[in-house]
Nanobody, 119 residues
Framework: QVQLVESGGGLVQPGGSLRLSCAAS????????MGWYRQAPGKQRELVAT???????NYADSVKGRFTISRDNAKNTVNLSMSSLKVEDTAVYYC?????????????WGQGTQVTVFS
């Protein structure tokens, strides 16, 4: 079982920056991929960015050039540095992991952290 704990959300004005962090714990053998998803009110959850254990990244077109995902494999953490934030980035951001555990392959989600960009 994997537990994901996010931190770093908050309020920011357009053009500002925030950094989200997520730490994974539990009976983890190896984390394959970690990522961030977001869900705005009335919308479906969508991918923001993912990163593999080898460092390969994937970004939603809407955040390319503004957001940067990074991870520390030794600490089982993933971060999302967000800059040039827009009102439309407002959402609950969820950390995600795909990991091999003592119980097999598991996909896990954090509880979410709110990011609000207001003018």
């Amino acid at each position: 079982q994997v537990q994901l704990v996010e931190s770093g959300g908050g309020l920011v004005q357009p053009g500002g920056s925030l950094r989200l962090s997520c730490a994974a714990s539990g009976t983890i053998l190896r984390i394959n991929a970690m990522g961030w998803y977001r869900q705005a009110p009335g919308k479906q959850r969508e991918l923001v960015a993912t990163i593999t254990s080898g460092g390969s990244t994937n970004y939603a077109d809407s955040v390319k050039g503004r957001f940067t995902i990074s991870r520390d494999n030794a600490k089982n953490t993933v971060n999302l540095s967000m800059s040039s934030l827009k009102v439309e980035d407002t959402a609950v951001y969820y950390c995600n992991s795909v990991a091999f555990t003592s119980g097999g392959l598991r996909t896990s989600w954090g509880q979410g952290t709110q990011v609000t960009v207001f003018s």
